[in-house]
């Protein structure tokens, strides 16, 4: 009995052993492919990757096309990686041979893969000659057509004032670097308070001296609202505020009382800059679509843009209907994109700049197709980078393909806001440090104001 029993268990064992090196010997199995198979309007900085179900490496001779041409291919791990560059309106066909690749026991792979995918169509760009507010002052069109003019062939270089209404960022990167930033950008957050003895909007001498030193303004305007109606506490956060952005254009709402003695007061201030013959590159209500598009259940940053993409169209254009009524033709107008969120955009006839703003991101190549992605989709518009900190180097983007016209680290307060502080003469910085700078003033492409020619 115990003989039969042995038998039988040595029988188990037999047959385990040969299912298991049945299974030990599979060949790989094809997983997924970026792009996938049969995929249309793919971008030409797509990074062509095909994954398999367990490591591989690929034999000698192995045979591997695209659109029958031998193509330069390496593996990792479980996927083959292609450095072939891609080209508009043009369909690739990759093949993968039956035996070009092997699982780590040798076993080769059994059917051939076959991926076929079509990349975008060309967009031809051709960039608009007219600024869209009417009758534009000369020197509103001299700055413009100095932008367009080294649109893709240089990178104008800027700064944000650091709070709100100083040199402090610009000086900074003179400090470092012996090369004031060409574009110095301010903003109107603290509109409430001014005039105030911290803010006054209506001190420009040092503006004037800019420009009369041929340097670029530059202008946002991070709107702050009541939190609710009568309040004396202000606040730019949907969260925060019972004040509803789809409320402006309705004549008698607290809403619309608000916002028209902002906007009154707001033109007030540009129109000092207007009476002294001065162009200010405007970047309004930015950011309006916050995270809305990059996942479920994102959200808009700022009540501009809290409502829906309607709303917030009506107010941009509402608030450039006011200041055209007022005068204000010394205005370039600049909509900031999130990306897929076209339905905010307020339309051709009222945008000049698309701007995009990037934290965060080292990785050129998603510059590159930021940048590309833009302005295919805008594509008589220049494309800037209006917001950034802590990026891979102009230098590297610019040379990769994203020719932004004019590029803006957001400011460090900590470091900037006093000038005569020892933290100030630190080269370390929140987004872009001194090193970061040195590389992109040192490029012949990168204009400085030393650089600028006289626009008035």
Not at 242 to 249: D, G
Not at 414 to 428: L, Y
């Amino acid at each position: 009995m115990s003989r039969m029993i042995f038998s039988c268990l040595l029988l188990v064992y037999l047959i385990a052993c040969t299912k298991s090196e049945e299974v030990e010997r599979l060949a790989p199995n094809f997983k997924s492919s970026i792009p996938d198979n049969n995929a249309t309007d793919v971008a030409v900085t797509t990074s062509i990757e095909i994954v398999f179900d367990e490591v591989i490496s690929l034999i000698p001779n192995h045979g591997i096309t695209i659109n029958d041409n031998d193509v330069e291919v390496e593996t990792s791990f479980t996927k083959l990686l292609f450095t072939t560059e891609l080209t508009e309106s043009t369909t690739y066909t990759i093949i993968v041979p039956a035996g070009s690749l092997v699982n780590t026991i040798n076993v080769p792979l059994e059917e051939e893969v076959q991926i076929v995918f079509t990349t975008e169509d060309i967009v031809e760009t051709e960039i608009t000659s007219n600024l869209v507010v009417e009758n534009p002052s000369v020197e509103a069109v001299n700055v413009y057509n100095f932008l367009k003019e080294n649109y893709g062939v240089n990178c104008i270089s800027s700064t944000q004032a650091s709070g709100a209404w100083n040199l402090n960022e610009a000086e900074w990167v003179k400090y470092h670097t012996s090369k004031y930033p060409a574009i110095t950008n301010f903003d109107y957050g603290h509109l409430p308070y001014s005039p105030a003895n911290w803010i006054d909007y209506s001190k420009t001498d040092f503006v004037e001296e800019w420009w009369r030193n041929n340097g670029l303004i530059g202008a946002s305007w991070h709107w702050v609202v009541p939190t609710f109606e009568g309040s004396s506490v202000y606040t730019y956060k949907p969260n925060e505020t019972t004040f509803k952005a789809s409320n402006i254009t309705t004549e008698g709402t607290w809403e619309n009382d608000i916002a028209n003695a902002d906007l009154a007061k707001m033109a007030s201030y540009l129109k000092l800059l207007k009476d002294k013959n001065i162009p200010v590159i405007w970047r309004p209500l930015h950011e309006a679509a916050g995270n809305i598009y990059e996942y479920s259940g994102g959200s808009a940053w700022f009540w501009w843009g809290d409502a829906n993409a309607e709303v917030y169209k009506d107010l941009w254009v509402y608030m450039f209907e006011y200041f055209e009524i007022q005068g204000l033709n010394n205005l370039i107008w600049v909509w900031t994109t999130q990306t897929k969120d076209n339905d905010f955009y307020p339309g051709d006839d009222y945008v000049d700049i698309i701007g995009r703003d990037i934290y965060g991101n080292n990785t050129t190549g998603y510059f590159v197709e930021q940048f590309d992605l833009i302005q295919n989709q805008y594509p008589t518009k220049m494309v800037t980078l209006s917001e950034m900190g802590n990026v891979s180097a102009i230098t590297s983007q610019w040379s990769s393909g994203a020719k932004w016209s004019y590029f803006m680290p957001w400011y460090d307060y900590d470091r900037t806001s006093d000038v005569h502080s020892n933290t100030f003469i630190s080269p370390d910085h929140e987004h872009a440090n001194a090193d970061w700078w040195m590389n992109a003033v040192s490029s012949d492409y990168v204009i400085t104001r030393d650089e600028m020619p006289d626009l008035k």
